[in-house]
């Protein structure tokens, strides 16, 4: 679990549970930081839908799957 205070710096992040509630809110909050996030889930669709999420966020971001989504 991350804990997040006032000037914390993340660059990278793992987060597991990370396509549903409170994991993909923090995955997306800190994809919008510009951060890299690695997000591990079990079911096929919530991991779609995340990775569509991300990729909303900006033309720019660089989004991958490992193919076991």
């Known amino acids: 679990m991350w804990i997040y ?3 914390m ?10 396509t549903d509630g409170m994991g993909k809110a923090l995955a ?4 919008r ?5 690695v997000v591990i889930g079990t079911d096929a ?6 990775l569509d999420a991300a990729a909303e966020l ?4 660089r989004i991958e799957s490992s193919g076991r989504i």
């Open 33 to 37: 930081r510009g951060d890299q996030v």
């Open 9 to 18: 710096t993340v660059k990278t992040a793992v987060i597991t549970g990370g």
């Open 58 to 61: 900006e033309a720019g971001a």
């Open 5 to 7: 205070a006032k000037g």
């Open 45 to 50: 669709s919530k991991g779609q839908a995340m």
């Open 28 to 31: 997306l909050t800190y994809l």
